[in-house]
């Protein structure tokens, strides 16, 4: 009650607080025109504010300024001969530094002379097949609850999360260790704080401040042959351009922490960026009391040095620290009395170089050797100085990707690419013999793999094909090869577009993806090493249609068929084999209006189906992640230029469980053990979930100020995510994580 007054008063102070005159304060809108496709800049296209007679036309260099606009939010189109025009909306214009708005452009169609122009908010370029999904930080920002990328994926069509506290993705029925995320040109393997090489546990927040990422493509299925070593999905992410005119700073405090970034120009053919972030959990959880204090830090810098315009270097530097000691009573290991203590520590880092030349006006190479590490530590035990559990794992990774695109004309295009990949791995393991709730015995363990050295190496083709102005058609080849488990995998790809007319849009896919066993498999049983690689076939077909310039509707139908899947052979074995098969299936309906007026509204409903058999004489089950119903809702009005107010809406089915069969309960020295029934024979209840968020932003004329104030679970429904079973299993008490809740956040920028 006293948390609501609070976030009713900080609304009314954000009503009535004045600031300068508006109308008064004047900035500009800069940056640069290429081609989508060959990264050439694009010099005479006129780029103007739409409802104004304000504009420029880039220079021959692609550059362009608008100079002396009002501070505001506008829509930004750009136009020229032989191009797709483009329109980006909600363009925030804010005093004292230069807006930098990246126009990339697509060539159109040209037959017999006649160019074909028209606008379009949805960027539809021949590397993206359908199942793909653009979001900027725009859209991130107007997400309700913690502030971050993958929270904003959560709400795309076919994607669920694993619990309410969690930031991971499952895509299309699949698992959380099946998706690819990609910062600046180099694989990041684990994008979340505290999640372990498995893509478990993982916090509720990614390793990434929403502010410094520019754009992100988000591939659910499809792909085409240039990303591979996963089953199902591509998240491609990349950073903010630094600041080319001055030193630009923004400091801000939330759910998430405290975080800076500051950017700005080295010369005037160099600029850099850093942002760091510092979680302030730990001392949220001393507030109230917690037994645990989870401490997390990000820090992210990129360095550019562009010497002419054919070559450009980018330097890419991430680092990931996070630490959580707790001790609490010893109720989950039924151990009355005693205490439990627990210790996890990640650290993470990256190191990237990129130098992209453009070698013609009709292609350009990219070169990216990287250094990459991943290490997370896990102890847990009865007493501190005392572990029950142990387990250390560290990967090293050195790699470099070359990348090549090349347009002969408007019909054909390809993309080619080699990756090579050393990795030395080490890992650790131990556990003491226990006997487990269901009255298994599980026997002691202990295990050391490594140091291992492996190679992963990879070459791909991707042709794209534009016959006619109403067909596109592209077909690749990936092959992939683990010299590990001394296995080559070839996958095809192919899909095809036709535009039945203007508004109107068929796209089908087709591909075959693989995914090798990861080493944190393999390492837990020498017998691991024969484990054979994941696949899945996906078929993918579906419509979009243009509802009006900036609102689009899109149906998809997917099936994907899975087999060679790693199981386990029991709940305490650590022996797995390549019996798995599976298959999940579904349609996806989206509706979304992009804000090129007052309001931005995101509607989806997905139908997905997922189940699975651990061998071909067992019986099929749900798998661990189906939710057949998912819905979404996601809407943000905005009241002039300074007022944000959105709203998101989650409905999806519980996710399956195995419960303990009661009948089965036994009493051994006043303990008791109970079996389990089949698995994953019940569920949890649905999961149902709104949260409402109003930002305004207060505009001085040296700086900004953006303050919010949210509501998370404003129905306060109970979302279950596990049970507790009482020592003799006759009753059990649901485990939920967040009741209706207030938020509060301020950004400030100079």
């Known amino acids: 009650m006293k948390c609501s007054i609070i976030t009713i008063a900080i609304l009314t102070i954000m009503f009535r607080i004045g600031f300068a005159q508006q109308n008064e304060i004047k900035s500009n809108i800069s940056g640069t025109v290429i081609d989508v496709e060959t990264q050439q800049a694009i010099p005479f296209v006129n780029i103007w504010i739409e409802g104004t007679t304000i504009g420029t036309t880039s220079d021959d260099n692609g550059n362009y300024t608008i100079k002396d606009i009002s501070v505001g ?18 363009i925030t214009v ?48 107007r997400t309700s609850g913690v502030p971050d990328l993958f929270r904003r994926l959560q709400a795309v069509a076919g994607v669920n999360r694993t619990a309410d506290n969690s930031a991971t993705l499952v895509v299309r029925g699949g698992a959380p260790d099946e998706n690819l995320t990609v910062i600046e040109n180099v694989e990041i393997y684990s994008p979340f704080h505290f999640s372990s090489l498995s893509g478990g546990m993982a916090e509720g927040i990614s390793i990434i401040q929403p502010k410094i990422i520019n754009n992100v493509t988000f591939m659910t299925g499809g792909f085409n042959s240039k990303y591979g070593d996963k089953l199902s999905s591509v998240t491609e992410i990349q950073l903010q351009q630094p600041s080319q005119d001055r030193i630009n700073t ?15 120009p080295l010369t005037k053919k160099a600029s850099w960026l850093i942002s760091g972030r510092q979680s302030i959990y730990d001392l949220l959880m001393k507030m109230k009391g917690k037994d645990f204090s989870p401490r ?36 989950d290991l039924g151990l009355d009395n005693q205490l439990k203590y627990r210790n996890i520590t990640k650290n993470m880092s990256a190191l990237v170089i990129t130098w992209k030349y453009l070698f013609s006006k009709k292609g350009y190479l990219k070169i990216t050797p990287y250094l990459n590490t991943n290490n997370w530590k896990f102890t847990e035990g009865r007493e501190q100085n005392s572990n029950d559990t142990e387990q250390e794992n560290e990967e090293n990774f050195f790699g470099i990707n070359s990348f090549v695109s090349y347009r002969f004309n408007h019909k054909h295009r390809i993309i080619a690419g080699v990756e090579m990949k050393f990795i030395n791995t080490t890992y650790k393991s131990r556990t003491a013999g226990d006997t487990l709730q269901t009255g298994i015995i599980q026997a002691a363990y202990d295990r050391q793999f490594g140091p291992e050295d492996a190679l992963k190496s990879a070459a791909y083709a991707h042709y794209f094909y534009n016959p006619f102005e109403w067909l596109k058609f592209n077909a690749g080849l990936r092959s992939d090869y683990f010299n590990f488990t001394d296995e080559i995998i070839v996958s095809p790809r192919l899909g095809f577009q036709v535009k039945i007319n203007d508004k109107l849009r068929f796209n089908t896919s087709y591909g075959l993806f693989a995914q090798y066993p990861p080493f944190y498999k393999i390492f837990l049983d020498p017998q691991n090493s024969n484990l054979k690689t994941n696949k899945a076939t996906h078929y993918i077909a579906g419509f979009e249609y243009l509802l009006s310039k900036d609102m689009q509707l899109k149906i998809e139908g997917f099936y994907k068929d899975m087999k060679d899947l790693a199981v386990a052979q029991t709940d305490t074995s650590k022996l797995y084999t390549s019996t798995g098969t599976g298959n999940a299936k579904g349609i996806e309906f989206t509706v979304t209006k992009k804000m090129s007026s007052n309001l931005y509204l995101l509607l989806n409903y997905t139908y997905c189906k997922s189940i699975r058999k651990d061998d071909e004489n067992e019986q099929t089950y749900d798998f661990d992640y189906d939710s057949p119903n998912m819905a979404n809702l996601m809407l943000t009005y905005k009241l002039g230029d300074w007022w944000d107010f959105s709203l998101s809406c989650r409905y999806s089915t519980g996710l399956p469980y195995t419960p303990y069969d009661i009948s089965t309960r036994y009493q051994v020295n006043e303990k008791w053990y109970c079996e389990k029934e089949e698995k994953n024979s019940q569920r949890l209840p649905d999961y149902f979930r709104i949260d409402a968020r109003v930002d305004r932003r207060f505009i001085f004329r040296n700086y900004n100020i953006t303050a919010f104030a949210e509501i998370w679970n404003s129905t306060n429904n109970d979302n279950i995510i596990s049970y507790d079973y009482s020592d003799d299993f006759l009753t059990k008490e649901p485990v939920t994580l967040f009741s209706i809740m207030p938020m509060l956040g301020l950004s400030i920028e100079f």
Do not use: C, W
């Open 73 to 90: 939010r506008y829509t930004l189109s750009a136009k020229t001969i032989g191009y797709e025009q483009v329109s980006l909306a909600d």
């Open 94 to 141: 804010v005093p004292k530094r230069s807006t930098i708005v990246n126009i990339t452009m697509q060539q159109s169609y040209v037959e017999m002379e006649e160019i074909i122009v028209k606008p379009d908010y949805f960027i539809n370029t021949d590397d993206k097949n359908n199942s793909t999904t653009s979001i900027d930080l725009k859209e991130i920002k």
């Open 250 to 264: 923004d400091i801000t405090l939330d759910v998430s922490g405290f975080g800076a970034i500051i950017s700005g």
């Open 296 to 331: 997390t830090t990000d820090v992210h810098t990129k360095f550019i040095f562009q010497p002419n315009r054919k070559h450009k270097f980018t330097l890419y530097g991430l680092y990931v620290g996070d630490q959580l000691e707790r001790v609490k009573d010893e109720e």
